[in-house]
Every structure is written in C-alpha cells, then in structure tokens.
C-alpha cells in the first residue's frame, strides 16, 4: 500500500524558510508525477509545485522565485524549500503522487505565521 508522510510544517515568522518533506513507501520512480499542493482556509486545493518521471517541473506562478521542488531517489523523498515566506501562504500542505491507476495523498502539514 503507497503512503505518503509529510513533515516539516510549522509555525514560521515572514519573510523566513521551511523545508517541507515527504517521504514515500514505495520508490518514487513507480510514480507518473509527484508533488505538493496547499488548501489554505475557505479555499479550494491548489497546485505549488509537482514535477514528471521525465523531470519535467511545474510551479505556481504564485511561488516561482520563492519555492524550490527536489528529491532524493535513494530515500525516497520529495522536499519542497520554502523561502521568502509570507502570510498569504497559510495553507495546509499535502504531497501528491499519481501513478497508472490512481492518485495517492499525504496527511498534509499545516504552515501558519506569527506577528
């Protein structure tokens, strides 16, 4: 069974980073794409960042410049880097894969700011 955990989120000051991660059990090549979307408050879920087997990379044109999708093949890991974080990102965030059959869905990892 595939399962996705997320980590990495918190409460966070503007203007700083986070590191968010998601950790596979399964190796992360069975999958089409992988990624993360957010579901801030009262809002739909919405596309940050996922990318394709083939390496392709998609962002948000609302986190272009600020956020940055990797992975480690080895530990089966996607990582998204946060910086320049501001308020309008409050959101919860969940890593997303797709194979063949189906979509796969983390638990998410909530981000909130401080004053």
């Known amino acids: 069974q595939v399962q996705l955990v997320e980590s990495g989120g918190g409460l966070v000051q503007p203007g700083r980073s986070l590191r968010l991660s998601c950790v596979a059990s399964?190796?992360?090549?069975?999958?089409?794409?992988m990624g993360w979307y957010r579901q801030a408050p009262g809002k739909q879920r919405e596309l940050v960042a996922t990318?394709?087997?083939?390496?392709?990379?998609n962002y948000a044109d609302s986190v272009k410049g600020r956020f940055t999708l990797s992975r480690d093949n080895a530990k089966n890991t996607v990582y998204l880097q946060m910086n320049s974080l501001k308020p309008a990102y409050t959101a919860v965030y969940y890593c997303t894969a797709q194979n063949w059959l189906r979509d796969f869905w983390g638990q998410g990892t909530p981000v909130t700011f401080s004053s």
């Open positions: 990318f394709t087997r083939g390496g392709t990379t």
């Open positions: 399964v190796n992360i090549f069975s999958f089409n794409t």
